[in-house]
């Protein structure tokens, strides 16, 4: 079948489903929609339709990217506009498919917004919310609009466009294409695509290799996950045209063993494409060769790195070697290769398909189009988001984001993982684009973005970064296997209340060090939390060392609970639960803590009843209280 | 780490037929090319839940590679095991977002109730906890994965609760 024919078939498909007098129910099934309910919402969603024998198509999609509200359904019902519920239960649910699906009440107490045209009474639209008002979807298009799992709904919705058209074209204007568009790497360093296509292109040689990094291991980034669950075909067209214009015939997936739901939807999403003759021999019949390989990643962090991954699909241990040369020159099994990462790839169709100039009008000079982040840490809405370059942090984190939680003050925005750096508060107006980031001392990073709040302990947070790249060092190169180590030793000290002065001095000198002469990009970025760090919350760090104190009352070691005389009424709760019995008391006693035996675990602090709020955790200070039990005040008594 | 010396392997017995049968089942879907080694590695960790010193031997002879390479691949990665898991996995994320958000203090209660460390295995093997980089479910954090069922939101008074959870099913 052509391709002419496949895509008005799929059109007409999708076109009849639009119109089609059959209500119908989007159910968001990503890990994380998964992970917060959504299957039991889709089996209250199945029953009650069932049992109330209502006419209602019901579809699984990616995620949507409000993943603060998940489990998240769309209602689809003929002449309206569709309404999203979140935060559901299966009660809820059940009240929905009552009032709304059988009856005609939308519910506006329960609904998010709307979408498509039309409105409902008390229903706000849901890209007039601020969590996606200011959001641009061009990577993201697909994901929570049409069903991963059929490759139709993709097509009917521009899919394939993209790869009709490079294969119109020459290799070299495709490259060229890509150069114009200004698309730069998105798995952090930034490179131009289009400029690494070139070498990779321009390398002598018949066998070339195109390699889609789907090792997303930075901790707290979940893009790529709900990007390959939500819409993998956009990736794939993406590889496909990728892999056409640099001549490679064979195109790699190395994608980790964590998300097993991506790799089931990319082994099922490449089949269909085979079927389709949109991938394997004489692809859209012309005359070109293209086949897609999944490895699997077996968990090591390091193969994120591009030489550490190519080993790895070469069957070895997964360790970087030195550069030059280059993949581009020299890459798996010795032949010129290219590795983009998931997100750049799922950008390239609609590059294709808009063309390079639509492309260049999202974004800032230098960094073009839109970049996707995943929100998390402490910020009321987490999610997935997609921003045009430019936007700034504060956009994010106050407009999108929605604010800290419980009113606490915003600390730090950290981006890029444990390569990439904390950005303070003062900062908030800074540019999200490659450069700015990089002036700050962070890196945009694959995505991940991390809220910190002022419960969280730079120095700790700097520590838990290391102890990450320490452990996941593949212990190739001495100034990555041992500065990681010294660095953390180092770092375990302050923490614990045993910092000495000139520690400060040491970790940068080894941070410098470890910076100049590590072998790949792991060794050479994993001093970045330390640095920033030690750049904007310096005073975090002195406070640990001279004064012992930790600022956040996190670092176990350096606080101390305290119970107060004037608000004690001895009832004799947090003496009962203190697991190693450091708590003094008796009847109407105020109750003493012996700060010797006390192990700091919290519980007296957690117990004491909050009318009373007796107990306070203080750091690098003492509090003056009795050392021996004495009787309760008559005064406090005749208060109760 | 638990040793296979310290603890006793319920599966030591596994008799010499029935590696050759799984392994020849996972070599039947290999040309046994070096750059099959991890995916070999997983199908047959797949088998037998982790890698036996023996299986380990047969695919050093299918795929002509040295005894020591596969065990340094073996070891290089996370994911293989060379010793058998307990009944139940305990998951726990140790990603940033749900580090922000106690994931530290909810390993140390699983640490403490079961007795037993990161990485290890309890001698009865009815429990191993393991630590994750990240399950990529951070709007959930902080998140624990018992047995593929992934509680999120979590908090340290929730462990006992799941903890009776795994009980119940096993």
Not at chain 1, 43 to 67: A, F, H, M, W, Y
Not at chain 1, 163 to 179: F, H, N
Not at chain 2, 8 to 20: A, K, M, T, V
Request: proline share 6%; hydrophobic share 35%.
């Amino acid at each position: 079948m052509h391709f002419q024919d496949i895509k008005e078939r799929a059109i007409s498909q999708w076109e009849t489903m639009q119109n089609s007098p059959t209500p119908r129910i989007l159910v968001g099934m990503g890990t994380c929609g998964r992970a917060a309910g959504g299957e039991d919402i889709f089996d209250t969603l199945s029953r009650e339709i069932q049992d109330q024998n209502i006419k209602c198509d019901l579809i699984q999609v990616g995620c949507i990217g409000l993943c603060y509200a998940e489990p998240l359904i769309e209602v689809v019902k003929p002449g309206k506009p569709s309404v999203f519920y979140g935060n559901l239960t299966p009660e809820l649910t059940a009240e929905i498919v009552k009032d709304y699906l059988a009856g005609d009440d939308p519910r506006p107490d329960l609904a998010l917004g709307t979408r498509g045209e039309g409105t409902l009474e008390g229903i706000p639209k849901l890209f007039d919310l601020p969590v996606l008002r200011s959001q641009v979807r061009i990577s993201l298009r697909n994901c929570g609009n049409i069903n991963p799992e059929s490759i139709d709904p993709y097509i009917a919705n521009g899919g394939f466009q993209g790869l009709e058209r490079a294969l119109g074209m020459k290799r070299q204007e495709v490259i060229d294409e890509i150069k114009q568009s200004g698309l730069r790497g998105r798995g952090g360093a930034g490179f131009p695509a289009g400029v690494k296509w070139q070498f990779c292109y321009d390398a002598p040689g018949d066998t070339k290799y195109v390699i889609c990094n789907a090792d997303e291991g930075d901790p707290g980034a979940f893009m790529d996950r709900s990007l390959l669950e939500g819409d993998p075909f956009s990736v794939l067209e993406g590889i496909v045209i990728g892999s056409y214009a640099m001549g490679a015939s064979v195109a790699y997936i190395y994608i980790r063993a964590e998300y097993p739901l991506a790799i089931q939807r990319l082994v099922s999403a490449i089949e269909q494409m085979e079927n389709y003759g949109l991938l394997g021999e004489n692809i859209m019949e012309s005359g070109v060769d293209i086949h897609i390989k999944i490895k699997e990643g077996a968990g090591a962090f390091v193969c994120g790195e591009e030489t550490a991954l190519m080993a790895s699909i070469e069957g070895s241990r997964g360790m970087p070697r030195p550069r030059p040369p280059f993949p581009a020159q020299s890459g798996l099994w010795g032949k010129p290769t290219n590795i983009n990462n998931v997100e750049t790839w799922s950008n390239v169709p609609i590059i294709l398909q808009n063309g390079a100039d639509w492309y260049a009008g999202y974004g800032t000079e230098k960094s073009k189009g839109t970049k996707n982040f995943s929100l998390a840490g402490k910020v009321n809405r987490t999610g997935l988001i997609e921003v045009p370059m430019g936007i700034t942090l504060r956009e994010i984190v106050y407009e999108i984001g929605g604010g800290i939680p419980e009113g606490k003050e915003l600390k730090a925005i950290q981006t890029g993982g444990p390569s990439g750096g904390f950005i303070p508060t003062n900062l908030l107006d800074l540019s999200v684009d490659y450069e700015s980031l990089a002036e700050a001392g962070s890196i945009m990073g694959s995505g991940g973005m991390v809220i910190m709040d002022e419960d969280t302990c730079m120095v700790d947070t700097a520590k838990f970064f290391l102890s990450f790249t320490h452990a996941e060092s593949c212990g190739k190169c001495v100034p990555c296997r041992c500065g990681t180590k010294q660095m953390l030793d180092i770092l375990e000290d302050i923490t614990n209340g045993e910092g000495r002065p000139g520690d400060i001095e040491l970790l940068e000198e080894l941070a410098q060090s470890l910076k100049n002469s590590a072998l790949c990009g792991l060794g050479q970025t994993a001093p970045n939390p330390v640095l920033t760090s030690l750049e904007y919350f310096r005073n975090e760090y002195e406070e640990h060392i001279f004064k012992k104190r930790c600022v956040a009352l996190h670092c176990k070691n350096l606080v101390s609970f305290y119970i107060l005389p004037d608000k004690c009424t001895g009832c004799g709760k947090c003496a009962r639960k203190c697991p190693v019995e450091a708590i003094a008391g008796g009847k109407r006693m105020v109750h003493v803590i012996d700060q010797s035996k006390c192990i700091k675990c919290g519980t007296c602090f957690d117990v004491c009843p909050s009318k009373f709020s007796a107990v306070v955790k203080v750091s690098g200070e003492t509090v003056e209280v009795p050392s021996e039990p004495i009787p309760v005040k008559k005064k406090e008594k005749a208060k109760e | 780490m638990v040793t296979t010396e310290t603890v006793q392997d319920p599966q030591s017995g596994l008799q010499e037929e029935y590696i050759e049968s799984q392994t020849a089942d996972v070599f039947s879907l290999f040309k046994g090319g070096k750059d099959e080694l991890i995916p070999i590695l997983q199908k047959t960790q797949q088998k037998f839940g982790y890698l036996p010193e023996p299986a380990m031997k047969k695919i050093a002879k299918f795929t002509h590679i040295p005894e020591s390479t596969i065990f340094g691949v073996a070891t290089f990665y996370a994911q293989f095991k060379l010793v058998p898991l307990g009944r139940n996995v305990i998951k726990v994320c140790r990603g940033t977002a749900c580090y922000v958000r106690g994931g530290a203090e909810i390993l140390q209660k699983v640490e403490e109730r079961l007795g037993i460390k990161a990485g290890e295995t309890t001698p009865d093997f009815e429990y191993s906890i393991e630590t994750i980089a990240c399950f990529g479910s951070c709007a959930l954090a902080p998140v624990v994965v018992v047995n593929d069922k992934v509680y999120g939101k979590m908090n340290v008074s929730r462990v006992d609760e799941i903890l009776e959870a795994c009980k119940e099913t096993s």
